[in-house]
């Protein structure tokens, strides 16, 4: 991967679902405000370190995937990318029926 001096980055977020990859609708903030230390302007041969949380919305189903996490310039040449698994759960789950249901007198 080729060095990048940058002024501003862009952060490119992705599910992969079933082989497919799928735009993970993130805010769009961009990680020179805050999420990358030393903040930018990003300079060869310097080290970063970029910290970020993501919001899971009530209506994402509960699933395992894998996210791709991307920094690109504002040309959109690739900077860093990270995959790695994640797995998203249900924060209010339905208790499970253990036994048999009876049935009515």
Known sequence: MKTINADDVIENVKGIVRG????FPADKVSPCNGLLTPSCPLKENEQYVFSQTVKVKPFYPAIPIRVKYSLM???ENLISCLE???KIIDPNPRPKNRGRKRKPN
């Open 73 to 75: 310039d504002p040309n």
């Open 84 to 86: 790695f698994g994640a």
């Open 20 to 23: 497919k990859e799928l735009p």
